[in-house]
């Protein structure tokens, strides 16, 4: 057969050939027949046609010029006929000789020769019934089938391909030299195979590379079993010669036969060529060489092949093709923009095949498939994750049905570590989404599992894989995209119906156009409405909205359906059912209110609106109005999302319908809850009224004031008269004081430009509350008339808020002063607020916001007082010994490197101080207050420089009204802080989570006994929360993707600025990090308390990440331990200590050992100097040396100590009979330490022996001797001959380590503690292991008469005999056995345990 392989230019490289191969080229042309023979041959005329007369007569017909030989019969006839025809010939074999002239002659005019090559074209002749397969060969080839003619045609073939060392391919429009090789291929019997493959080999020493390239490529398909050994030989000799017939040989010896020996022989020498030039070769060979890689891959070192194959494949140079298209865009030349798009293509389908090469080898070799995700596991930095890896992992889960559970395991784990960022799955859809379109039913299956996760970057994950999934696949995948986002919605879980609607919000957004063909399936969410809160309906009622009227015809039946459903909400006596519809309706108006744009088409076109849709506006504003008139909670609901909807379109609202509601609400806002202000007020209220915080004392004609006291009182009058008052008449409530003031302001704003002059007044005002000097007056209230206070001070401070919110950002300087001015109340009135509410247990404020998150927390903020820690006292001492055994399991299952109970510590700590502190207390009730807009930070820039431009333009009687101090700060910062932990998401680089409420404690240095303790206590405080939102600026997780880095860069040059003033605009991104890096570590002197310590280390950590450096990692680990030298003492001149500080102080821990250069030295350090110079120091005492660890912190340091000791010995690599003398003896210097390390810690046991130490020693004893028998039993097996006292001094030491863990077994089981019991069979179970795989170890180096096993007896932690009924009973028996006894494992008695090794000469005694 013909190859179909397309034609490739002719290698560069073969140029450099020339010169040698003219010298060489005669003697391989040189013929085989003689010039005598020929002219004998050729003699005569009737001589001369002779090879066409016989081809002619046996059914084929030569054709000049383009077209192709014909043929008639059948080939098997042709090639019958032809034979007879030569062997009857009267000059036979003469006549040979004769008819290989004629060919020669014949195939002398390329074009005629070409046609020889290529396939004949069938043909019948008239009258002829032979049938004619509708393929045929070509004419050599079929000449070649012929016995008589195929050596001669052979040598003739073989002596043209000279002919075409030096044409560039293309310029006769044909590869004759593959066309030739071609004719070699699966031919039925070649007399000489031997002869052949040795000329074709010759051949391959004198050719140009492509030629050569076509030659070895051919040889699978042209030689004989028997012949593939050795060409295979030839090949792998051939291979070290050079790499550029590399893509080549590989192939072919990809496709050889050989037999196990061999390949195993050439398998290591030829991959290792193979992986050296993965990195480099061209991206059309890619399959060739991974092919070959994958097909001949062992077992054994599987995972080894796979680690080095992932380092060197990038596909990188795969992406940069579609780059290039992306810019030929703007080229005008079509051919170009032709010539890229081919490129893109050729590069595309280079990739899948690639990835059907890595398929083949996955779907058929078990050992490819499990080294693969082998591979990814062992990778643990984020930048050694590739594109390649999700790839596979998606390969391999929709290719291996019993790799699927793993396959989800590793990604979650790869995605909550960080390792697999969005925007490497990003770029995968974007750039390879034909390679992975064939996987879309395991992407689908594996993002539905994610959004079932808990673990919210999990969950992220998933729902980018949903958007990424509908953007990049074909229709088909788009509506099962859409199909199984409903699914989740009206599954009813609350993970999975936000995450799934801001799904759709996004898609609705960014794809409007394409999500409206599947709005059917959208549409029926609202079938399911009953299960969605306020927030999801807001969210389901813009998408709906936004493919209703993006179209004008298509989206109508959407339009009417979201009618009756709005007209019933709003017509049901359900408050909830109401609130929906005022959210649904605002929506609607929201979408037909948006302007028409003729611009540049970014905003909706809103449809003209006719009379109908006039009226069905109005009606439905008409019905709003009526059924909020009545309740209040329902009214402010209305006027907050109305004003969320002028603040979100902003400026893009068509003004004249934005008036129709307007209007009514200028009127009714000052007619509501504005009067002027009078020295007096008629009324019988609880409190006497009282005008106060009034900033325009100045202005006596026509002051205003907020009614505000009256209207709490008509509102609380009103409740207990059980809504007795006319219900035709509009309920004006306080509650609806700062919804309706926020509309105000925005309306006003946007019908202003931002202007708010005309509501200006509104700023300074005073309200009408009541004397607030409550100190010592609380008691003598009864609890209603506390309760009425707290409201007061609750709607009091939502004004001021809301009022801040409005004029922050005005430019006018007197209004500046004021807005720090109402800063100032609002922390003077919370401060009232907190001693109100410690005297009010069990208060409920009124409602501030009016959505789900403020209805969903009114119960546990009602149990937020005394009541819950009432139930909290409760719930403890009922089940006291329950909690201890909980407290138990939780410490087994914590991991080494976060503390077991930290978030109910965490949690328990907030409560004590709620308790003791009023301040504490308005964290519980943050809901209940207005929410402070990001621009009401602005005002952290007046500072000073504010005040003296107030002093002289306004000349204020008192310098502190336009000075932000401390509280306000410490205000502001707070909300902030709060703002941004919960928007967001967190990178890798958290390590424990911070405290949701800043309190303020007193912390500080001991060298200044005057200090001002409650200064201290703000500027202190004011400092963690600054650290605090750096750091949550800084961990933010969408700094990984490409499209932010712009911000991050930003954010770094602020830092910059400070030590390289105008210098930093255009420094790399690596080094504004070592600069803001060096900036903040200049901190470090001035941190006052340990929090804030801890706080400038994570933030220190957060930014080094990007990436992480060697000197980096040296600052870091210098100031965790600086830090943890350091004595933190509060300013009363207590230690600190609590939960709190145990939490930190473990992470710095952390910090410290996981930096460091020398982690087994570190560990060392403390263990040998700190643990004793604390054992020395009195009770209350600590180390002189790291005066963090003390009595009380012993066990977090011993914790960390002991993981991080577990976890560094998983990092000496295993022993290898391969390693040199040199390897194996660093390897055991290492493991010595490490071992020293741990028989150190063991033994602390006996003076710091309470339970969590006890539970922790059980537990990472147990990971070490596991650890010690997987990695470094191995390391002894071979180095045992070479290094055998360091190996006996191991063990030794070792032993000591492990019976002391026995003692700690037998001290377990004589206190029946249950959490420390539980860890006793699986230590045993390792120690006996430990045991016999010692024994092993000399069995393999010829000493097993070296080793005996004895019968331990069960010691406590002293080394005192624990006596038992069976032990007594024994003791004679094993005190005098002479001989060894050993035991079988799992056999020993509750009182024994087999314990004991040693090396040769050494052997290990029966007990202690």
């Not at 392989?5 to 140029?15: F, I, Q, V």
Request: glycine fraction near 6%; hydrophobic fraction near 40%; aromatic fraction near 6%.
């Amino acid at each position: 057969m013909v190859s179909k392989r397309k034609l490739s230019k002719t290698d560069t490289s073969g140029e450099g050939c020339k010169t040698d191969l003219l010298s060489r080229c005669p003697e391989t042309k040189k013929s085989r027949i003689s010039d005598k023979e020929k002219t004998a041959a050729c003699a005569g005329v009737e001589n001369e046609g002779i090879f066409e007369e016989l081809l002619r007569t046996s059914g084929i017909i030569l054709k000049a010029g383009e077209g192709q030989n014909e043929i008639a019969v059948d080939q098997m006839a042709f090639q019958k006929k032809l034979c007879l025809a030569l062997e009857k010939h009267p000059t036979y074999p003469g006549v040979v000789k004769q008819f290989i002239c004629g060919l020669e002659s014949h195939i002398k005019d390329r074009n005629q020769f070409k046609n020889c090559l290529l396939p004949c074209t069938p043909i019948r002749t008239e009258g002829s019934r032979t049938l004619v397969h509708s393929y045929c060969e070509s004419l050599i080839k079929l000449l070649l089938g012929i016995k008589i003619l195929q050596p001669a045609v052979i040598t003739l073939l073989l002596e043209k391909i000279p002919e075409f060392f030096f044409d560039i391919v293309g310029t006769f429009g044909t590869n004759f030299p593959r066309l030739i090789i071609n004719q070699f291929k699966w031919l039925d019997k070649v007399l000489d195979s031997q002869d052949l493959v040795k000329k074709l080999m010759q051949m391959v020493g004198v050719s140009p590379v492509p030629i050569q390239h076509d030659i070895i490529t051919s040889l699978p398909e042209i030689l004989e079993d028997s012949q593939q050994s050795e060409v295979a030989r030839e090949l792998s000799c051939l291979l070290k010669q050079g790499r550029r017939l590399t893509v080549p040989i590989l192939d072919a010896l990809s496709r050889l036969d050989l037999d196990a020996g061999l390949l195993a022989e050439l398998s290591s020498q030829v991959r290792q060529s193979a992986m050296t030039i993965v990195p480099s070769v061209k991206l059309e060979d890619l399959p060739v060489v991974v092919k070959f890689i994958l097909h001949n891959v062992k077992a054994a070192d599987a995972v080894e092949v796979i680690s080095d194959l992932r380092k060197s494949l990038d596909l990188s140079s795969c992406v940069l093709p579609l780059q290039i298209l992306g810019s030929q865009k703007k080229l005008k030349s079509q051919v170009q923009a032709s010539s890229s798009m081919s490129q893109v293509t050729t590069s595309q389908n280079c990739v899948k095949l690639l990835f059907d090469v890595i398929k083949l080898a996955v779907r058929f070799q078990k050992d490819v498939s499990e080294a693969w995700i082998k591979a990814i596991e062992n990778s643990t930095s984020a930048p050694d994750h590739k594109v390649l890896d999700l790839i596979v992992l998606l390969l391999i889960h929709s290719t291996n049905t019993k790799n699927r559970k793993q396959i989800e395991k590793v990604l979650r784990s790869k995605i909550r570590l960080g390792c697999m960022p969005e925007q490497l799955m990003q770029n995968a859809f974007q750039n390879h989404s034909m390679v992975i379109k064939d996987f879309f039913t395991s992407i689908l299956a594996l993002a539905q599992m994610f959004l079932h996760s808990a673990h919210p970057a999990v969950v992220s994950f998933g729902s980018c894989m949903y958007k990424q999934a509908f953007a990049a696949f074909d229709s088909y995948c788009q509506q099962e995209v859409v199909t199984a986002l409903v699914t989740h919605i009206c599954s009813g879980s609350e993970t999975e119906l936000d995450i799934s609607l801001d799904v759709l919000t996004d898609l609705v957004t960014l794809h409007t156009s394409l999500l409206m063909r599947y709005a059917t399936f959208v549409k029926t969410i609202l079938d399911s409405t009953q299960k969605l809160n306020p927030c999801q309906i807001r969210k389901l009622f813009y998408i709906l909205s936004t493919l209703a009227f993006s179209q004008r015809q298509e989206g109508s039946y959407i339009q009417d359906d979201m009618h009756m459903v709005i007209r019933k909400w709003l017509s049901s006596t359900v408050p909830n059912h109401k609130q929906m519809g005022i959210i649904g309706a605002v929506s609607m108006i929201g979408s037909v209110a948006l302007k028409r744009n003729e611009g540049d088409g970014s905003l909706l076109e809103r449809p003209e609106l006719n009379s109908e849709r006039d009226g069905q506006l109005s009606t439905l504003l008409d019905l709003v109005g009526f059924c909020c008139e009545q309740t209040p909670e329902v009214l402010a609901l209305y006027y907050d999302e109305l004003a969320n909807l002028i603040e979100k379109q902003k400026g893009n609202l068509d003004l004249q319908l934005l008036e129709e509601f307007g209007k009514s609400l200028v009127e009714d806002f000052p007619s509501d809850f504005v009067v002027d202000l009078n020295p007096t007020v008629d009324g019988s209220f609880f409190f006497p009224v009282k005008s106060l915080y009034n900033l325009d004392e100045d202005e006596s004609q026509g002051a205003i004031a907020i009614n505000l006291l009256p209207l709490v009182s008509q509102s609380e009058l009103g409740r207990v008269t059980d809504g007795m008052s006319n219900q035709s008449k509009r309920v004006v409530s306080p509650i609806c004081l700062s919804p309706s003031f926020r509309l105000l302001r925005l309306y006003t704003g946007e019908q202003n430009s931002g202007s708010l002059e005309e509501i200006d007044a509104l700023l300074g005002c005073p309200l009408y509350l009541t004397d607030l000097e409550v100190e010592g007056k609380l008691d003598s209230l009864s609890k209603q008339e506390r309760e009425f206070l707290c409201s007061l001070l609750f709607y009091a401070l939502n004004w001021f808020r809301e009022v801040v919110n409005a004029f922050c950002e005005q430019q006018d300087t007197e209004m500046k002063g004021k807005v720090l001015t109402r800063l100032q109340n609002i922390t003077e009135l919370q401060t009232v607020l907190g001693k109100c509410l410690a005297a009010t247990p069990g208060y409920v404020p009124p409602p501030a916001t009016f959505d789900s998150e403020a209805l969903e927390a009114v119960p546990s903020i009602n149990a937020a007082g005394p009541v819950r820690k009432r139930n909290g006292r409760k719930k403890k001492t009922d089940g006291s010994k329950a909690g201890a055994a909980d407290r138990s399991q939780a410490d087994d299952s914590s991991g080494g490197n976060q503390p077991d109970t930290e978030l109910s510590e965490l949690e328990k700590t907030a409560a004590e101080r709620e308790a003791g502190n009023p301040m504490a207390q308005l964290q519980s009730y943050r809901l209940y207050f207005r929410e402070l807009d990001l621009e009401v930070f602005t005002v952290l820039h007046c500072g000073l420089l504010t005040k003296s431009v107030l002093d002289t333009e306004m000349h204020t009687e008192t310098r502190e009204v336009v000075q932000l101090g401390p509280a306000e700060l410490c205000f502001l910062l707070d909300d902030l802080c709060w703002k941004l932990e919960h928007v967001l998401t967190p990178g890798s680089t958290r390590r424990v989570p911070f405290p949701k409420a800043i309190v303020i404690q007193n912390r500080g240095v001991e060298d200044d006994p005057e200090l001002n303790i409650q200064e201290h206590q703000l500027m202190s405080s004011c400092y963690q929360q600054l650290l605090l939102t750096f750091h949550s600026l800084f961990a933010w997780n969408g700094f990984s993707h490409l499209e932010n880095t712009d911000l991050l860069r930003s954010a770094l040059q602020v830092l910059a600025d400070r030590l390289k003033p105008g210098e930093t605009e255009f420094l790399l991104l690596e080094e504004l990090i070592s600069e803001s890096f060096h900036y903040l570590l200049n901190f470090h002197q001035s941190v006052p308390s340990f929090q804030c310590a801890f706080m400038l280390t994570q933030l220190l950590i957060a930014i080094a990440e990007k990436p992480m450096a060697g000197w980096k990692k040296e600052k870091m680990a210098s100031l965790a331990k600086q830090f943890l030298c350091q004595s933190w003492v509060k300013p009363s001149g207590d230690r600190e200590r609590g939960s709190q500080f145990n939490s930190a102080l473990h992470t710095l821990i952390c910090v410290y050992l996981e930096h460091t250069d020398d982690i087994l030295k570190a560990i060392e350090e403390i263990s040998s100097v700190g643990v004793p110079e604390l054992i020395k120091s009195a009770k209350d005492g600590c180390s002189s040396t790291y005066p963090t660890l003390s009595r009380q912190t012993f066990p977090v340091f011993f914790r960390v100590m002991m993981a991080q000791l577990e976890s560094s010995v998983k990092n000496i690599p295993a022993g290898k009979p391969s390693d040199s003398s040199e390897v194996q003896l660093e390897k055991l210097l290492r493991w010595n330490i490490a071992v020293r390390n741990f028989h150190i810690l063991v033994n602390l046991v006996k003076v710091f022996d309470s339970r969590p130490v006890l539970s922790i020693c059980l537990k990472y004893g147990r990971l070490f001797v596991e650890a010690f028998l997987k990695l470094a039993m191995p390391l002894l097996d071979y180095s045992f001959k070479k290094h055998r006292d360091d190996v006996q001094s191991l063990l030794k030491t070792l032993q000591l380590s492990t019976r002391q863990l026995h003692h700690m077994c037998g001290h377990s089981k004589i206190r029946q503690d249950l959490g420390l019991t539980n860890h006793v069979p699986l230590l045993k179970k390792s120690l006996e292991q430990f045991v016999y795989r010692v024994k092993a170890m000399l069995a393999f180096n010829h000493c097993q008469e070296a080793f005996w096993v004895g019968i331990l007896k069960n010691r406590d932690l002293q080394g005192e005999e624990i006596l038992s009924q069976a032990s007594e009973g024994r003791d004679s028996d094993e005190d005098s056995a002479e001989s060894p006894a050993e035991e079988p494992s799992g056999s020993g008695t509750e009182a024994s345990d087999e314990d004991g090794a040693a090396g040769p000469g050494a052997p290990s005694p029966t007990g202690p």
